[in-house]
């Protein structure tokens, strides 16, 4: 599984709080992804990066942010989580000159 | 932007049959297609892929075709078996910045099994 680990795999947190998930990967890969998932909308791009510091938005990146200070963690950040952003967020990385995407556990997110 | 279709949404087929799912993509410019298969709360798991240069690929029991005048690609599983029962995504893949690739993905296709 490319040796990619999410965290937390389960939060619960309130309208308007800050969230930050993490995914680490040892294996090196250059390309690094966050998609959610939700009932009827298979997996969705939010933001991905293509190196250290190096980011752009996907198809759903509103109320998310992104860093990447190093090769092998990629953070996503919901601001001020919002109802609409219960989702399953899974993490998805790429080595350099490949296209297969491997993906993390995932991380279940409720936001009440 | 890329839209991939993907049908029937449901699947039942009988342990030994074969099964079909269809996906089709409106972006000229995706390149690779891959299959993934999700089960019950456990991460996609890559299951096989095509590139755009090539029609047809197989790997054991499942095979994968592309057709790129029609915009489709279809994923084959021969000879079913109970553990064959998942969800099943396809995507499409279009370069983005410096050699990224973004997966848009179908809606899902839930094959059931039935021994």
């Known amino acids: 599984d490319a040796g990619i680990t999410q965290s937390p795999r389960h939060k619960v947190t309130e309208t308007g709080t800050p969230v930050t998930l993490r995914c680490h990967q040892t294996?090196?890969?250059?390309?690094m992804y966050w998609y959610r998932q939700d009932p009827g909308h298979g997996l969705r791009l939010i933001h991905y990066?293509?190196?250290?510091?190096?980011?752009d938005k996907g198809e759903v990146s509103d109320g998310y942010s992104v860093s990447r200070s190093k090769t092998e963690d990629f953070l996503l950040t919901l601001e001020s989580a919002t109802s609409s952003q219960t989702s399953v967020y899974f993490c998805?990385?790429?080595?350099?000159?490949?296209?297969?995407?491997?993906f993390g556990p995932g991380t279940r997110l409720t936001v009440t | 932007g890329e839209n991939v279709e993907q049908h029937p949404s449901t699947l039942s087929v009988q342990e030994g049959d074969s099964a079909v799912i269809k996906c089709t993509y409106s972006?000229?410019?995706?390149?690779?297609f891959p299959w993934y298969k999700q089960e019950l709360g456990k991460r996609p798991q890559l299951i096989i892929d095509?590139?755009?240069?090539?029609g047809e690929k197989k790997d054991q029991r499942i095979a994968v075709t592309l057709n790129k005048t029609a915009k489709h690609f279809s994923l084959h599983i021969t000879e079913t078996q109970p553990e064959d029962s998942a969800v099943y995504f396809c995507?499409?893949?279009?370069?983005?910045?410096?050699?990224?690739?973004?997966?848009?993905f179908g809606q899902g296709t839930r094959l059931t099994i039935n021994p």
């Open positions: 998805a990385t790429a080595r350099g000159g490949a296209y297969e995407q491997y």
């Open positions: 995507a499409a893949s279009l370069p983005v910045n410096q050699g990224a690739q973004k997966l848009v």
């Open positions: 990066s293509y190196g250290v510091k190096d980011t």
């Open positions: 095509i590139r755009s240069n090539v």
């Open positions: 972006d000229s410019a995706s390149n690779y």
């Open positions: 294996e090196n890969h250059r390309y």
